[in-house]
């Protein structure tokens, strides 16, 4: 998965987050929360639960109130989450790193639940191996989870970004650019991913099934104010496993919340299920823990963080890739134990795992 990034606002934009933004909750104890998401496959669960009252059964159920707030723009949702506007916000996880944590907002991954297994690709034009894509012109958003996904295929084929030159181009424009004859390559999501493809000369000749788990797509809260109110981690993972439960079901419930979720990404219920087969979702709590504590989560940030840094991602004072240190359950750390500013915790998922919540 990956959304749009403009060119040269990502690192300015986590720099502009130290200097300017604040995180929403003094160290204090509250009641109300907002958090943001946009449109995404493996989001939609949120805003059906909001609609149809599980989650305001599972924030009932600790006394608090969570509201769930669509946003447009998925940077923008980042940005205002990182500017103290949201409590929380639906983000994949290399954007929870460059954005809110280089941005010295303290961030933690509540909820792991997905990784895309297929919803990102690299497509080529009249051409059937990887391989040609050397010396091509690649449309992409850059600097986004797009531009990660070319990074980690041309490295597959032993070619790197100097062997192609990237142009960019919005998610929003992507489809149209495909069509055009000067364009012979693009790297693309779902569900632009399936529009381009339709063009029978569009091969597509890596995705994101070959990098598994690289790209998470989570649901993050403000680590103080998790700290603080712990209610809203448990009501969240309550409410978002309930729903995962109901929407893996192969039965007539399960098909009507798959096709409201549908309706609500604005798609039909064939649509949304082609991209729910090449999300790996986490809907067993227990596996999501499992995941959120495993070498292979660890191992995938630290590809990530690498990139990041590698792009100047991690803001114009980090002088390596430890600038900002990532945290896992168990105690490990990636980078800068002093500046901690991404958390891996696996808690709320093990709380509903256990049946605790």
């Known amino acids: 998965m990956a959304f749009s990034f403009k060119n040269m606002t990502i690192a300015a934009t986590a720099l502009a987050c130290a200097v300017t933004f604040t995180a929403p909750a003094e160290a204090a104890e509250k009641t109300d929360f907002r958090i943001a998401w946009t449109i995404y496959a493996g989001w939609m669960p949120w805003p059906y639960a909001q609609e149809v009252g599980i989650v305001k059964k599972w924030a009932d159920q600790y006394g608090i109130k969570i509201t769930l707030v669509q946003v447009n723009d998925y940077v923008e949702s980042v940005n205002q989450y990182t500017a103290g506007k949201f409590d929380g916000v639906t983000v994949a996880n290399m954007d929870a790193l460059t954005i809110p944590a280089a941005g010295g907002v303290d961030t933690t991954a509540l909820l792991v639940g997905d990784y895309s297994n297929g919803n990102d690709g690299v497509v080529l034009k009249k051409a059937k191996s990887l391989k040609d894509i050397k010396g091509q012109k690649i449309n992409l958003v850059e600097l986004s989870v797009s531009h990660y996904l070319l990074a980690r295929a041309l490295d597959s084929v032993k070619l790197s970004e100097k062997d192609v030159k990237t142009v960019n181009t919005s998610d929003a424009d992507i489809v149209g650019a495909a069509a055009s004859p000067n364009v012979t390559a693009v790297v693309t999501w ?168």
């Open 190 to 357: 779902n569900p632009q991913l399936s529009e381009v493809l339709k063009n029978p000369e569009m091969t597509e000749v890596f995705d994101s099934s070959k990098i598994p788990g690289e790209i998470m797509d989570l649901t993050v809260v403000n680590s103080r104010t998790l700290k603080d109110n712990p209610k809203l981690g448990k009501a969240l993972a309550g409410a978002w496993y309930e729903t995962m439960a109901l929407m893996t079901r192969n039965d007539e419930a399960g098909k009507a919340a798959r096709a409201e979720m549908a309706k609500l990404s604005g798609t039909d219920l064939r649509g949304f299920e082609s991209q729910l087969k090449t999300t790996f979702l986490y809907a067993d709590p227990k596996a999501a823990a499992a995941f959120t504590r495993s070498p292979e989560a660890f191992k995938a940030m630290d590809l990530v963080r690498s990139f990041s840094f590698e792009h100047h991602l991690l803001g114009d004072g980090a002088q390596s890739k430890d600038a900002v240190g990532i945290s896992f359950p168990g105690g490990k750390v990636l980078g800068d134990t002093n500046n901690v500013k991404l958390r891996f915790d696996d808690t709320y998922e093990q709380l509903a795992a256990d049946g605790k919540l």
